[in-house]
Structures are given as structure tokens and as C-alpha cells.
């Protein structure tokens, strides 16, 4: 190999530019030359490229977001868009490529691997740390820590007033997000898609707090009840008890990376590399139990990750 490519794709994940920093670094030390992928897939596919060097990756390690700029691509999710993205890392000389996102990212690698043979290796680079074969996921603890911080000046405002609030946090099909920040924050109740939320539960625990006092209930985006309007609407017209509601929404995805996610990404990044150097191609580079580990891309979304059971139990325990 002598040129590889990096790009990032879908949401946007705190870490994702100390990713590339390690990537455009460690490629460097190897003898290679990188290429930054502008638009995730759909710079791909328009041959938005440009090289990466020390100068290009300076000063990135605290920034939010991602300096190669992210995208949903539809035209990529069709064999034709896929054609046009193998023509284009020909064109530009690539030899190996570096895919940064979750599992619609991932789908897209395999894809072109299985389709034109372009060797390519994934990491984890979601909020929502809902992918199998990595114990977390690159921009997980700072969305964490950001939700947590706005979560504590909730129950500020909640404890002030002696109000019920519904927070919501994001996590589509995952509730890892809620589950670490609810026990962190000592909500009274969390709602996770893995779990039947339970309204006469939830009911009595807000009964047992006491309605003059405050009441913080977590709410993953994605629970069956329909999120956290959905669910202060039932309590509201059940209970005839009011609340307030906060959705934190895109905040969790934006702000300067925790070092644990500086440190994951860079080791990621590095890993990626020296994976295609190997000859190693279709997997994701993960971290599990403090070591480098590389599955299958396929199954990062075939085998789902669960919530950690003592989580739940915790939250049950400490309400």
C-alpha cells in the first residue's frame, strides 16, 4: 500500500478528529500517504478529496464535530452510487480506506468491499456505543458526560420547584446513554428501549418521591413509549399529574472530546492502519477488555449489543 483514505460518515461523534489525527500520523510513520475524504459517502462519490498532513491535522485534538464534515447518503445506499464511490478511489489512487461511523457506515463498507474488493476496515465512531465487538464506541463518554452536566442543572431547577421532569436523551434502538446517565444523576426512573416501560410503575414511583418534591425521569429517545412528550402526555392524562420535559437532543453530540475518547480514538486510528498494512480488510477495529480486537463488520449490526443487566438492576436498586 502506498495511499489510503480516511473519511467520517452519519452522525458526528466527539473524538472523530483525533481519529483522523492518528490515522494521518501513524499512516505517515508507515511510509503512506492519506487522503481525507470530504462528506462522508457522498464526498466519496463526488471525489471530494484532499491530502492530510501534519499541518491539515494540527490542532484538532479538542474539537467537536469533524473537520472532514459528515452526511447521510442515499445515492450510496444503491448499487450504482456504490459504482460511482469504487471509481472515484481509483481515480485518486486509493489503496485502503478507513471508515469512521456506526452501523449505516459500516453497511456502506462492507458493501463496497463485497462489491469491488477495496480493502477497507471500520471503527467506531457513534454516541450511542451500540455496536457489537467494541466495549465502547468512540464519543460515547463525552455524550455521557455532556447529558449527565445538563441533566444536574435539571434537578436544580426540578428540586427548586418541587417538579416532575422527563429528560430525554438520544439513542434510537440503544439505551446506554440513559441508562449510564440515569444512575449517574439519580433519576427515579429510566425508559430504555430494551426494557417495557411500565406506567403504573413508573406512576407509583413518582408517588413515593412525593409530588411536592422533585422527580427526574430519564428517557431514552427510542423507548416504545414514544419518547419523553409521549410519556409526560400518559402520565398527564392518566394521573392528572403535569411535568416538564427536556430534550437534550443534538447537544450530546457536539463539544470538546473527554481524554477517554481522545485516547480511544487515536488508538483506534492507529490500530486501523496498521490493520491494512496486515492485509486485514471487512472488520471493525474495537477495544474489548483493554485490548485491540477486529470483527467482522457484518456482525457489528447482526449481533446486538445489550444493555448491561447489573445496569438495570443498579437503577432499580438506588431509586
Same mark, same amino acid.
Given at each position: 500500500?502506498?495511499?489510503?483514505?480516511? *473519511?467520517?460518515? =452519519?452522525?458526528? /461523534?466527539?473524538?472523530?478528529?483525533?481519529?483522523?489525527?492518528?490515522?494521518?500520523?501513524? #499512516?505517515?510513520?508507515? =511510509?503512506?500517504?492519506?487522503?481525507?475524504?470530504? +462528506? +462522508?459517502?457522498?464526498?466519496?462519490?463526488?471525489?471530494?478529496?484532499?491530502?492530510?498532513?501534519?499541518?491539515?491535522?494540527?490542532?484538532?485534538?479538542?474539537?467537536?464535530?469533524?473537520?472532514?464534515?459528515?452526511?447521510?447518503?442515499?445515492? *450510496?445506499?444503491?448499487?450504482?452510487?456504490?459504482?460511482? $464511490? #469504487?471509481?472515484?478511489?481509483?481515480?485518486?489512487? %486509493? @489503496?485502503?480506506?478507513?471508515?469512521?461511523?456506526? @452501523?449505516?457506515?459500516?453497511?456502506?463498507?462492507?458493501?463496497?468491499?463485497?462489491?469491488?474488493?477495496?480493502?477497507?476496515?471500520?471503527? !467506531?465512531?457513534?454516541?450511542?456505543? @451500540?455496536?457489537?465487538?467494541?466495549? *465502547?464506541?468512540? +464519543?460515547?463518554?463525552?455524550?455521557?458526560?455532556?447529558?449527565?452536566? /445538563?441533566? @444536574?442543572?435539571?434537578?436544580?431547577?426540578?428540586?427548586?420547584?418541587?417538579?416532575?421532569? *422527563?429528560? &430525554?436523551?438520544?439513542?434510537?434502538?440503544?439505551?446506554?446513554? $440513559?441508562?449510564?446517565?440515569?444512575?449517574?444523576?439519580? $433519576?427515579?426512573? %429510566? #425508559?430504555?428501549?430494551?426494557?417495557?416501560?411500565?406506567?403504573?410503575?413508573?406512576?407509583?414511583?413518582?408517588?413515593?418521591?412525593?409530588?411536592?418534591?422533585?422527580?427526574?425521569?430519564?428517557?431514552?429517545?427510542?423507548?416504545?413509549?414514544?419518547?419523553?412528550?409521549?410519556?409526560?402526555?400518559?402520565?398527564?392524562?392518566?394521573?392528572?399529574?403535569?411535568?416538564?420535559?427536556?430534550?437534550?437532543?443534538?447537544?450530546?453530540?457536539?463539544?470538546?472530546?473527554?481524554?477517554?475518547?481522545?485516547?480511544?480514538?487515536?488508538?483506534?486510528? /492507529?490500530?486501523?492502519?496498521? /490493520?491494512?498494512?496486515?492485509?486485514?480488510?471487512?472488520?471493525?477495529?474495537? &477495544?474489548?477488555?483493554?485490548?485491540?480486537?477486529?470483527? !467482522?463488520?457484518?456482525?457489528?449490526?447482526?449481533?446486538?449489543?445489550?444493555?448491561?443487566?447489573?445496569? %438495570?438492576?443498579?437503577?432499580?436498586?438506588?431509586?
Amino acid at each position: 500500500m502506498k495511499r489510503i483514505a480516511v *473519511f467520517t460518515s =452519519g452522525g458526528d /461523534a466527539p473524538g472523530m478528529n483525533a481519529h483522523v489525527r492518528a490515522v494521518e500520523r501513524t #499512516a505517515q510513520k508507515r =511510509g503512506l500517504e492519506v487522503i481525507g475524504i470530504i +462528506g +462522508g459517502y457522498a464526498g466519496m462519490i463526488a471525489g471530494h478529496m484532499e491530502v492530510l498532513d501534519r499541518i491539515r491535522t494540527a490542532n484538532i485534538l479538542d474539537r467537536g464535530g469533524t473537520v472532514l464534515k459528515t452526511s447521510r447518503c442515499p445515492e *450510496f445506499h444503491e448499487p450504482e452510487g456504490r459504482t460511482k $464511490a #469504487a471509481e472515484q478511489l481509483a481515480k485518486h489512487g %486509493i @489503496d485502503g480506506v478507513v471508515a469512521c461511523g456506526g @452501523d449505516g457506515t459500516f453497511h456502506g463498507a462492507h458493501s463496497l468491499y463485497a462489491e469491488h474488493g477495496i480493502p477497507i476496515v471500520g471503527t !467506531p465512531g457513534t454516541i450511542d456505543n @451500540d455496536l457489537s465487538g467494541t466495549d *465502547f464506541t468512540i +464519543g460515547y463518554d463525552t455524550a455521557i458526560n455532556t447529558a449527565a452536566q /445538563a441533566i @444536574d442543572k435539571i434537578r436544580d431547577t426540578a428540586d427548586s420547584h418541587g417538579r416532575l421532569f *422527563f429528560v &430525554e436523551v438520544m439513542g434510537r434502538h440503544a439505551g446506554f446513554i $440513559a441508562m449510564d446517565v440515569g444512575v449517574a444523576c439519580g $433519576a427515579e426512573f %429510566i #425508559a430504555v428501549p430494551e426494557t417495557l416501560t411500565d406506567i403504573e410503575v413508573l406512576y407509583q414511583r413518582i408517588m413515593a418521591q412525593g409530588l411536592d418534591k422533585r422527580t427526574v425521569v430519564i428517557v431514552g429517545e427510542g423507548d416504545e413509549s414514544g419518547g419523553a412528550m409521549q410519556l409526560s402526555k400518559k402520565i398527564e392524562e392518566r394521573y392528572e399529574i403535569s411535568s416538564k420535559v427536556s430534550i437534550l437532543g443534538h447537544v450530546q453530540r457536539g463539544g470538546a472530546p473527554t481524554v477517554r475518547d481522545r485516547v480511544l480514538a487515536a488508538r483506534l486510528g /492507529a490500530a486501523a492502519v496498521d /490493520a491494512l498494512l496486515d492485509g486485514v480488510t471487512d472488520v471493525m477495529i474495537g &477495544e474489548m477488555n483493554g485490548q485491540v480486537s477486529h470483527v !467482522p463488520l457484518e456482525r457489528t449490526w447482526v449481533t446486538r449489543k445489550p444493555v448491561p443487566s447489573y445496569l %438495570i438492576d443498579l437503577a432499580t436498586l438506588l431509586v
